[in-house]
């Protein structure tokens, strides 16, 4: 059975401080990793997803397959980065595979 | 990217009734749509998959009889809550995919009386 878990269920650090939201997954084969971000009154939207190996926002996630870890990171945090995080899984290959969630980290930033 | 939308936004409905809630892909296709549904302050539980022309994969747990799912179009499928009850009461998501990624509409919140 596929699962994620996201240990901290509350997470507040102050505006500059680095940041890291802690994911870890178990899946038997080849997961895709995603980072999804949903902001107060917004739908969920997409932050980034491991095979594009991208920084979005500030924010990076490397793959850890020994870990089975995809933990969040941005150096400097920004008031506006005060959001719920999910992190999320699915069978590779494609937009049809359902995804798998964590239960979330609500990330508050202090000026 | 891609925009999914939901409709209604939101519904007040009498325990006993039923209620639809309508999914569509506004500039993609979709063969494939996921429903979820969101406790507050909770993550996201997959309900089903809404698979266009045929029936929908229930997760388990999830009743089909009571969460009818409909995927007649390649850009609209439907959630139908039956016989409505209060536990019913929710945030109710919709996704579909292209190219790779998932987009999400902006929920239905169901409140049951």
């Known amino acids: 059975a596929q699962r994620v878990t996201q240990p901290e269920k509350l997470l507040s650090v102050f505006k500059g401080a680095p940041v890291e939201l802690k994911c870890n997954y178990s899946?038997?084969?080849?997961?895709?990793l995603f980072w999804y971000v949903q902001y107060s009154r917004q739908r969920l939207q997409l932050l980034l997803r491991?095979?594009s190996r991208e920084s979005i926002k500030g924010f990076t996630a490397d793959l850890n397959k020994g870990e089975t870890s995809f933990h969040l990171k941005k150096p400097f945090a920004q008031e506006e980065d005060s959001a719920m995080y999910y992190c999320a899984l699915s069978k590779s290959g494609g937009s049809n595979y359902k995804l798998t969630f964590g239960k979330g980290t609500l990330l508050t930033v202090n000026p | 990217g891609a925009v999914v939308s939901q409709h209604p936004s939101w519904v007040i409905c009498k325990s006993g009734t039923s209620v639809k809630i309508e999914c569509r892909s506004l500039?993609?296709?979709?063969?494939?749509m996921f429903w979820y549904r969101q406790f507050p302050k909770q993550s996201l539980m997959l309900m089903a998959t809404?698979?266009?022309?045929?029936?929908?994969?229930?997760e388990q747990g999830v009743e089909k009889d009571k969460f009818l799912i409909n995927h007649a179009s390649l850009t609209l499928s439907t959630l139908t809550v039956t016989s409505a009850h209060p536990e019913d009461s929710s945030f109710y998501i919709c996704?579909?995919?292209?190219?790779?990624?998932?987009?999400f509409g902006p929920g239905t919140r169901l409140t049951v009386t």
């Open positions: 491991h095979i």
């Open positions: 809404s698979n266009e022309g045929s029936k929908a994969t229930y």
């Open positions: 500039d993609f296709q979709a063969t494939t």
């Open positions: 996704s579909g995919g292209v190219r790779g990624e998932q987009y």
């Open positions: 899946y038997s084969g080849s997961p895709e």
